[in-house]
């Protein structure tokens, strides 16, 4: 068992204010894994108030921007010499099979710090413009203290899309992991420190909902930095709306993956369905929503049925395990739930719908396809954040399955499938939402913007975008015959 008796703070690891301890519950075997302090409102003060010294005062805002990425890319470089190892951590954390976790939880993550690391030295953090009235130095600055809270879903890779760019910037942060998943934050802390980050920059403060209210609405706090559900992020937004502090958004989804009536199925399949129940279906991203044409329906319900039911699940340590266990018990809870809600809406289990045979321990749902489903009904409306799929019929043409696709409250990702990439794109144009893929099995390339429509969230990650998230615009009008030295 992995256990810390001390929080990182200021860069320092200190004694925590409080005595509360989290206990992080393996959902393969149900047994503690880990233990670290439960940080209290007075460890926030104090990480903020060295994020406030760091940023003011200290060396990390005043030097280059290539020179912090030097961090950066020894970070990357240390997480990847540990890739394995921290696979391994996050899949005993919240039960991701360790071959998808080693690529999505550890490698992309080093492939965000190496995106903004080389991003430092091609970025225009200033650009001399000539305005209506005379020449303008447009520099763009760090905006400050970033208080970063995090999911436990993916949470080396959220971590990755918030101190990245955030640091680049030459911002300081205090980061609030999930109380699920703190190991792999304090391991990354070890990383940081070791990589030679000035003292002060980076707090990690791992804790639940009340401390991090706290930390948003924290003064020394000059923007947030929030993944999580939509309901937090509504909560969030209000208080920094109320506060003026600047804010952004990555909130949850119901994507809707759409199958047009020339689909090519044993090529879609292969490329649509490790994004449909991705992570266990504990990915924001993940297409739960498939809408097929009526005349093709039932062809494409017996090939997700063939594909789901070959899915392997089992102990995600295992390699060649594709579905591991639900992060808590109150999340099996709650996608069992749904389960029952979607069969009393008239909804029909094609496949799964309980608990995987011969596994006595574990937070495991069987891998479940919904069919005969109503977008209306809530299994289609609301994120389950689980392993289960709603196949949705359509009538009238590329539109009608537009209309669907939209009819949601969110708007983060989605796809589309067909033989002919024009009609494609005319789908994809239409669909409103933050990002989509075209015949493509990539939700998310760290090069370009990500995010959310409508309740999917506020802002964009990931690409210059992400970057600019963490700046300020200042316009300072310059003499006549002045040139600065840039
Ligand atoms: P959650 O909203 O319950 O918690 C997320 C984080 O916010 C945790 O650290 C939690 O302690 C903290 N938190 C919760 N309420 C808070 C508040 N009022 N003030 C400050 N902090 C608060 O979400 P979760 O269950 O941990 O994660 C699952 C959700 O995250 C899903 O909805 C999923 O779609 C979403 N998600 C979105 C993205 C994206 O990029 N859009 C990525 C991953 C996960």
Redesign the pocket.
Known sequence: MKAYDRLFIGGDWVTPAGTGTIDVINPTTEEVAGRVPDATEADVDKAVAAAREAFDRGPWPRMTPTERAAVLTTVSQAIQADMQGLAELITTEMGSPVAWGSMAQVFAPTMILDYYAGLASTFAFDEVRQGLLGEVLVSKEPVGVVAA??????PLF?AAAKLAPALVSGCTVVF?????TPLDAFRLAEIFADAGLPKGVLSVVP???EV??H??RHPGVDKVS????????K??GSACGELLKRFSL????KSAAVLLDDVDLSQALPMLLPNAIMNNG????AQTRILAPRDRYQEVVDALVESVSAMKVGDPLDPSVEVGPLVAERQRDRVEGYIKVGQEEGAKVAVGGGRPAGISKGWFVEPTVFVDVDNSMRIAQE?I?GPVLAVIPYDGGDEQAVDIANDSAYG?CGSVWTNDPDRGLKVARGVRTGTYMLNSPIPIDFATP???YKE??IGR?FGREGLELFLEQKSISLPAGYTPSL
Do not use: M
Request: charged share 20%; glycine share 20%.
């Open positions: 809270i995090s999911p436990w879903n993916v959220i609030k992991p999930a109380p699920e804790a639940g909902r991090g209210e930390l948003v929030f993944t999580g559900s939509t309901a937090a992020g909560k969030i990555e909130l949850g989804g504990e990915a924001c991203i994120e954040f983060l990500f995010g959310g999917s969230g990650e």
